[in-house]
């Protein structure tokens, strides 16, 4: 579809976030220290490859810092990444599930981007509910696009976010914005051609910042710059400029480079600030090694002896560097544990002392990370999975995988054997027996080059029950930790039902369990039941409730929501920040008010504050029968733009009916359009096709608090083609 025809998928609330406030000290906060719980740094490289080291083998581009972390840390031999692309890949690494079982498990395809939700318990909600203070500093990968919203970092663990929200953002080294917390930060430096601000600098100055302010109390540090994915932008190429290579390999070489001296300034400030020994850093990649942008991964060897990259459930798709370092508390070494990024979660919660969820996929490696790791022994999982369904191809890639990189596949490795399976389409079949299924000995075969899935049918028959096993769709959570069920957007006036609920899923019960709300100025609340239990056993949930009305005026540019539910250990909290909904003025037109949602809308939904991609204006005009309207909204059927009038709405006038634009792509939509005033149908237009024209509206708003424009579809119908727009739609107020 032309650009215009990107629609706003689900519901855009015009919200504004705010950071989390401090985080209260656990009554663990005092084991923090020598011999005690930890910090914690995690580092996620974007795309980087397990031979782009040099303690893995790279010969042309230099990591010293990384590879005197190698020799005096442990070195993992035998990890993995969750899956062969970033979002899945980074999900089940913050969640501890496979993606058999996690919530987003492919890239977005032709859609929004994939988003967790209050049932994704992440490593850093555990260590933050343990009195550690946490922060988010890179790319984060999951949507939608702004701050109060359940899979926004601040909802999912992290007091402090700077970065990318979803992972299309991050694919620009010199952005516009980047999101602090829940507002944007504008970098107008970096406007049109302009090049000044290269992000991940900013990413590695607010991590060293961090470090220095949280250095007397335990803290998580999730540092993901977005190097060395595509493209190969770098501030300068000087050390490889006088290397043969294309601009894409020397700028590719410089990004890994970059990549290393962060590590290297993390180190240093760790070190300089008193605390290397207290901490552990943990070094590691979202997938193998991409292709994209004219960068030849062959030329630097990036996959090291493997087979396949990026996109691929081959060794070199999904086989990653991971480093932990802390001296005088791990000691020098490697290890061959088959270690999944699913094992993260698990691991830190074990450092920071922390509840783990019963239903996760990933297993603890903290004993190679406690001062034991030269002859300590971490049980790994009895197999790992990995799953892909992923619309991009890239030739290298498709050669790995036999011309099948578009087509869904799945992969287990279970000790030395991994089976590897191909559907025969980008979907999955609806039989067992449509699938290629492959087996490689890696104690042998690391580079599986030699398929023996025919001469051992017992172990192939074996690892695909384990793969039919590992798929689950809509897996259900039993849950960790304290859910918030709030209204999307509260309105003056009225009021609405708030429920807490705390779920103990891990293995211990939990004492004393506390349930507090505390609401913007100005609102009321009635609690209703009790907010204290002496105890909470494992599986158990408690909840409360509380009847909370919203003030009918209000001067107040935000309304924070906070909820907390506290142990004699533990410590999770909730956020919300709403931006009060303001009545028209004046006269106007629709496409210069804000709306509450929308939901289907496209184009000239101007004031857009989910993506921050509109400008404020007219956008695209409207034209029925060759008449053009300068203001309008487009939508698709089935759709609803809501705006609040706060009872000063008049009258709506407009023309409504499918335009020109749409009927030249087909004539084939029916629809009917709606106009309410709260829950009142003031307007029908009764059937619109194009070769109907439009109808004009004329609707009564007297008294409405809220107004929506409802397009459905028409009875017996429903195509893609039900586009309709909503032509010089004028508000008058009293």
């Known amino acids: 579809m032309p650009s215009r025809r990107q629609f706003l998928a689900g519901s855009a609330a015009a919200l504004g976030g705010a950071a989390l406030p401090t985080a209260a000290a656990s009554p663990a906060a005092a084991s923090h220290g020598p011999g005690g719980r930890p910090n914690v740094v995690v580092v996620l490289a974007d795309d980087l490859g397990?031979?782009?080291?040099?303690?893995?083998?790279?010969?042309?581009?230099?990591?010293?810092?990384?590879?005197?972390?190698?020799?005096?840390?442990?070195?993992?031999?035998?990890?993995?990444?969750?899956?062969?692309?970033?979002?899945?890949?980074?999900?089940?690494?913050?969640?501890?599930?496979?993606?058999?079982?996690?919530?987003?498990?492919?890239?977005?395809?032709?859609?929004?981007?994939?988003?967790?939700?209050?049932?994704?318990?992440?490593?850093?909600?555990?260590?933050?509910?343990?009195?550690?203070?946490?922060?988010?500093?890179?790319?984060?990968?999951?949507?939608?696009?702004?701050?109060?919203?359940?899979?926004?970092?601040?909802?999912?663990?992290?007091?402090?976010?700077f970065g990318y929200i979803t992972h299309g953002h991050a694919h620009d080294y010199y952005p516009a914005y980047l999101w602090e917390n829940g507002d944007r930060a504008e970098f107008p430096e970096n406007a049109g051609d302009l090049k000044g601000t290269f992000a991940p600098d900013l990413f590695r100055d607010r991590s060293v910042d961090f470090i220095k302010r949280h250095k007397d109390e335990p803290f998580l540090l999730f540092?993901?710059?977005?190097?060395?994915?595509?493209?190969?932008?770098?501030?300068?190429?000087?050390?490889?400029?006088?290397?043969?290579?294309?601009?894409?390999?020397?700028?590719?070489?410089?990004?890994?480079?970059?990549?290393?001296?962060?590590?290297?300034?993390?180190?240093?400030?760790?070190?300089k600030a008193g605390v290397a020994r207290?901490?552990?850093?943990?070094?590691?990649?979202?997938?193998?090694p991409h292709e994209e942008g004219g960068f030849?991964?062959?030329?630097?060897?990036?996959?090291?002896?493997?087979?396949?990259?990026?996109?691929?459930?081959?060794?070199?798709?999904?086989?990653?560097?991971?480093?932990?370092?802390?001296?005088?508390?791990?000691?020098?070494?490697?290890?061959?544990?088959?270690?999944?990024?699913?094992d993260l979660l698990p691991t830190l919660a074990d450092l920071a002392g922390a509840p783990v969820p019963g239903d996760i996929d990933g297993v603890s490696a903290a004993a190679l990370l406690t001062g034991?790791?030269?002859?300590?022994?971490?049980?790994?999982?009895?197999?790992?999975?990995?799953?892909?369904?992923e619309p991009g191809s890239t030739r290298r890639a498709n050669a790995a995988d036999g011309g099948s990189v578009t087509r869904v596949a799945e992969?287990?490795?279970?000790?030395?054997?991994?089976?590897?399976?191909?559907?025969?389409?980008?979907?999955?079949?609806?039989?067992?027996?449509?699938?290629?299924?492959?087996?490689?000995?890696?104690?042998?075969?690391?580079?599986?080059?030699?398929?023996?899935?025919?001469?051992?049918?017992?172990?192939?028959?074996?690892?695909?029950?384990?793969?039919?096993?590992?798929?689950?769709?809509?897996?259900q959570r039993r849950g960790l930790g304290l859910t918030l069920d709030a209204p999307e957007l509260p309105l003056p006036g009225e009021t609405y039902e708030v429920t807490l609920t705390l779920t103990n899923g891990s293995a211990s019960t939990w004492h004393r369990p506390k349930l507090e709300l505390s609401l913007p100025r100005g609102w009321r609340a009635r609690p209703a039941g009790a907010r204290t239990r002496p105890r909470l056993a494992v599986g158990e949930s408690f909840a409360a409730t509380w009847q909370v009305t919203v003030p009918a005026t209000t001067t107040a540019k935000t309304w924070p929501l906070a909820a907390e539910a506290t142990t004699t250990t533990l410590r999770f909290e909730r956020r919300r920040s709403y931006t009060p909904p303001a009545a028209p003025a004046a006269d106007a037109h629709l496409s210069d008010l804000p709306w509450l949602s929308a939901t289907n809308g496209w184009g000239p939904v101007e004031i857009?504050?989910?993506?921050?991609?509109?400008?404020?204006?007219?956008?695209?005009?409207?034209?029925?029968?060759?008449?053009?309207?300068?203001?309008?909204?487009?939508?698709?059927?089935?759709?609803?733009?809501?705006?609040?009038?706060?009872?000063?709405?008049?009258?709506?006038?407009?023309?409504?009916?499918?335009?020109?634009?749409?009927?030249?792509?087909?004539?084939?939509?029916?629809?009917?359009?709606?106009?309410?005033?709260?829950?009142?149908?003031?307007?029908?237009?009764?059937?619109?096709?194009?070769?109907?024209?439009?109808?004009?509206?004329?609707?009564?708003?007297?008294?409405?608090?809220?107004?929506?424009?409802?397009?459905?579809?028409?009875?017996?119908?429903?195509?893609?083609?039900?586009?309709?727009?909503?032509?010089?739609?004028?508000?008058?107020?009293?």
Not at 85 to 92: E, H, K, N, Y
Not at 231 to 258: E, I, L, M
């Open 50 to 161: 397990y031979g782009e080291l040099g303690a893995y083998g790279q010969k042309l581009i230099q990591t010293p810092h990384l590879d005197r972390l190698a020799a005096e840390g442990l070195r993992f031999t035998d990890a993995y990444s969750s899956a062969a692309v970033c979002a899945p890949s980074r999900c089940s690494l913050l969640t501890g599930l496979h993606s058999g079982h996690a919530t987003v498990r492919q890239n977005p395809e032709g859609g929004p981007q994939g988003s967790l939700n209050d049932k994704d318990t992440t490593f850093a909600e555990l260590l933050r509910a343990r009195g550690y203070r946490t922060a988010l500093f890179g790319k984060w990968g999951f949507g939608p696009e702004r701050g109060g919203q359940a899979s926004h970092p601040n909802e999912r663990g992290f007091d402090e976010f």
């Open 223 to 271: 540092f993901t710059p977005n190097v060395p994915h595509a493209p190969s932008d770098a501030p300068s190429t000087a050390q490889y400029d006088d290397r043969p290579w294309p601009a894409a390999d020397k700028g590719h070489a410089a990004q890994v480079t970059r990549l290393d001296s962060y590590i290297g300034t993390l180190a240093d400030t760790l070190r």
């Open 278 to 288: 207290d901490t552990v850093l943990i070094v590691t990649s979202d997938n193998g």
């Open 296 to 342: 030849d991964p062959d030329l630097f060897d990036a996959n090291g002896p493997l087979r396949g990259y990026k996109r691929n459930l081959y060794e070199g798709g999904v086989r990653v560097p991971l480093i932990a370092w802390s001296p005088g508390r791990i000691g020098a070494g490697t290890s061959a544990r088959p270690t999944q990024q699913t």
């Open 372 to 389: 034991r790791s030269g002859g300590a022994v971490a049980p790994a999982a009895d197999h790992l999975y990995w799953y892909r369904r």
């Open 411 to 475: 992969a287990v490795r279970q000790g030395d054997w991994k089976a590897v399976r191909i559907a025969p389409g980008h979907d999955r079949p609806s039989s067992e027996d449509q699938w290629k299924v492959e087996l490689y000995d890696l104690k042998s075969d690391v580079g599986e080059a030699r398929d023996v899935a025919a001469a051992n049918p017992a172990v192939t028959a074996r690892l695909v029950q384990l793969i039919r096993d590992a798929w689950v769709p809509g897996f």
């Open 608 to 734: 857009d504050r989910s993506n921050g991609r509109q400008p404020g204006g007219d956008g695209t005009p409207i034209s029925f029968g060759g008449t053009t309207h300068g203001k309008g909204l487009g939508v698709h059927a089935a759709s609803e733009i809501v705006y609040y009038l706060g009872g000063r709405g008049a009258r709506l006038t407009a023309v409504v009916g499918i335009d020109d634009f749409s009927a030249n792509q087909s004539t084939a939509g029916a629809t009917v359009a709606q106009v309410w005033a709260d829950d009142r149908k003031v307007f029908e237009s009764g059937t619109l096709t194009a070769a109907g024209g439009p109808v004009t509206v004329d609707a009564d708003l007297t008294g409405a608090r809220l107004l929506r424009l409802v397009v459905v579809n028409a009875a017996g119908t429903g195509t893609s083609f039900d586009h309709t727009s909503w032509a010089d739609p004028f508000l008058r107020v009293t």
